[in-house]
């Protein structure tokens, strides 16, 4: 993420993190998406708004991890969020949930459920 918050993204190499098709949930409702070019233009596009809003960092905390059976598990990762809002410092604890789908003992993201950022962004000032 901070790589590509410097605009450094490898896009590929994080594509590879996902599985051919995956789903995402958060407040607002379900979506179910493939992993192809416009996934890497969907992230792109996600960077460059991060950096807009004046995102400086994000730092993943902890990550605790549910196994649902052998080849599956949660991934909850604890985040901190760094913005620089009308030159100062604006941090904003979050947590992510990952739906991992281990292949050959790797892990690949098949889904993920996230809270409500837009309205949290709202609240803290930072949109």
Not at 7 to 25: C, G, H, M, V
Request: proline share 3%.
């Amino acid at each position: 993420m901070n790589s590509s918050l410097a605009k450094e993204a490898d896009l590929e190499t994080i594509a590879n993190f996902y599985t051919e098709e995956f789903i995402a949930a958060n407040p607002t409702g379900v979506k179910t998406g493939e992993n192809n070019d416009q996934l890497k233009e969907a992230m792109d596009k996600g960077y460059e708004y991060y950096r807009l809003i004046g995102t400086k960092e994000m730092k993943c905390q902890s990550i605790d991890t549910i196994p649902l059976d052998e080849q599956h598990a949660v991934a909850t990762t604890h985040w901190k969020a760094v913005y620089l809002k009308e030159e100062k410092e604006i941090v904003i604890p979050f947590t992510s949930n990952y739906l991992i789908q281990f292949r050959e003992r790797q892990p690949k993201i098949f889904g993920w459920v996230t809270g409500d950022e837009t309205q949290v962004l709202k609240e803290h000032g930072i949109i």
